[in-house]
DNA sequence: TTGTACGCGTTATCAT
DNA sequence: ATGATAACGCGTACAA
């Protein structure tokens, strides 16, 4: 490999001259700029990235923390996938790298170990659960000053950095569709409460019905844990009580398909006999049949703005500390909240 | 940060022993490595992992260069998130680190570029397509001695290290499946010609045919762009012609579900009137109405064997050079393949 | 079995 | 405007 010295040698000037021009720093004079980048175009030297990490005490990475992803899927890999796309848009604009860390089912979050070795800079946390074990470790994370940032979960009474949706307002624009459309009897499928989007969405859900005036009886609140199954499950208790349910608000799309999927096997269509409205808009929602309704959520620009906020937070240090923000969602009308309701 | 330099003095011995004891070399006596040990243990000392690469002069990381990915989605973010679960399982039983390197649309691609900055010690590369820019940036890496591995995409004609599943044998079960359900009539709707997967496919099929003695009338080849959309489209012409057709396979999912939803509207319920399989098992198969028959792909295990050979490869230099691989698929009946023939 | 000493390729500070 | 030089934290050949 070449290195700087031979590029020095090469252009006759010292070390540091060569260093100068390829970090644009200090006044030079124009002629050893342009001797200096002949020879180095002439040696095709490039600068190795392991030793200017070295001697910046910096790695230049980005660490991304991936959830243990089992079979029976919770999360949807569009999710992911946005995020990370996001992530890695904003990255390559700063000129770091992304360095992805996928977390073992046992693995006792001991998020610390990332940084010890130094092969980060900050990290993004991505499908954490509000769980005693997982407040621990990002307390841990905080008191030691190690930059980080959550995207899509909001710890209440902590004051983490995170970059959330706006799911309460989400929801409530749903249900208050539903509504518009002339559904009274309005049912609400939550996924697990370890979630913040579980209970955000919950009380979008409340505030719309209770703003329309409409009861809530404790059958319309159905619970899953966001998987596909759980959805189709619900499907049986819906069933028990079909009179008493026009509509169904769900907290994801994997959910709302499989009640569909159930529902179907019963007869019930939807988009004919009852509506049904998701969350996340994952592409999920588009094969579905029928098309399935849902709440679009911006994954790709809360990846962006956690990698520009965590960032600019490791950077420029104390001074430039992120403040959480929550990004606004939309509601995507398609098939399955069409129709109207049964006389 | 707490330096090797510190334990050594805590522990009363040389720095060399130190290292020594966490490399696990040379030999010393059990009491000073215990010395350093404790120490250690009592300043929290983690070793430098950007120093440690430094000066061994190797990464540690892995690259995975992901395809440029537009809202068109030709691929499932199902194939990525399982491919890349199987060489994040692999790397973590190296040592390795995964360094995630997202392609811009129109981003040239240089591959030496990754390397030179000497950031990475190998590449897997993922959503290659055949093309001769991509030939040409692969051979340029290959004569450069730089290792790379391709995943589920081959190159006929080069020598590239490549894992890959057998697609035309899985294609070959698929139409033998819909053959022995009784099916006589079997057109095959293809992705685009880029990716080594369609030809495999094509032939599989072509074989099949040929095998039960049927003919391939041109009208049974159908031509898609792995996209939803292009299965939508599909199912126009199929329609056009629809006394010449009974069954359908697919070359992927996304199609195969697209053409679903086309022949929906017109009447046509898959599993009912007509039989489709399609090709990945992405979890979007599980999610359609009805479920959809398909390939099932050993991604994970794909991803997994393509980080060890492409490491080995780097670790042990010329004399371990990987050997491309197979790996068998396998058909998996749901209900878009039952029913019988229209009599 | 352990210590000494050098090198790795930069950045950054201080002279000139 | 440019050059000399001291870190940076570790691996490792060689010496003891």
Not at 43 to 49: E, K, S, T
Not at 328 to 343: C, E, F, I, N
């Amino acid at each position: 490999m070449v290195t700087r010295k031979e590029v020095a040698e090469l252009a006759g000037v010292s070390e540091a001259t060569v260093s100068r021009v390829f970090n644009g720093l200090g006044p030079m004079k124009p002629a050893t700029k342009e001797r200096v980048l002949e020879a180095a175009r002439q040696l095709d030297y490039h600068p190795n990235a392991i030793a200017q990490s070295f001697a910046r005490r910096r790695s230049g990475n980005l660490g991304v923390v991936l959830p243990y992803m089992p079979k029976v899927h919770l999360f949807s890999t569009y999710y992911f996938a946005e995020i990370l796309s996001g992530i890695g848009e904003q990255v390559r604009e700063q000129g770091y790298d992304l360095l992805l860390s996928l977390l073992k089912p046992d693995e006792s979050l001991d998020y610390t170990r990332l940084y010890r070795s130094q092969k980060v800079d900050a990290c993004i946390i991505l499908g954490a659960r509000d769980t005693p074990q997982q407040r621990q470790s990002l307390q841990q994370l905080q008191e030691q000053g190690l930059p980080f940032c959550l995207v899509n979960q909001h710890f209440e009474g902590s004051t983490f950095y995170e970059v959330d949706a706006d799911h309460a307002e989400g929801s409530y624009q749903a249900v208050r569709h539903l509504q518009e459309e002339g559904y009274r009897k309005i049912a609400f499928l939550n996924g697990s409460p370890e979630y913040s989007n579980s209970a955000d969405r919950l009380q979008g859900y409340l505030r719309a019905m209770a703003d329309a005036g409409l009861e809530v009886t404790p059958g319309l609140l159905l619970q899953g844990n966001y998987s596909r199954k759980s959805g189709y499950e619900a499907a049986d208790q819906l069933w028990e009580q079909r009179e008493q349910v026009e509509a169904v608000f769900a907290a994801n799309d994997r959910m709302a398909i499989g009640l569909m999927q159930g529902l179907r096997e019963k007869g019930w269509i939807a988009g004919r006999d009852f509506a049904v409205i998701g969350c996340d808009d994952s592409d999920s929602a588009k094969l579905s049949d029928p098309p399935l309704s849902s709440i679009s959520v911006p994954f790709y620009e809360m990846g962006k703005e956690a990698a520009r906020g965590v960032l600019a937070g490791f950077l420029h240090g104390e001074s430039a500390k992120p403040v959480s923000v929550k990004l606004p969602t939309s509601l995507v009308v398609r098939q399955s909240s069409k129709g109207s309701p049964r006389k």
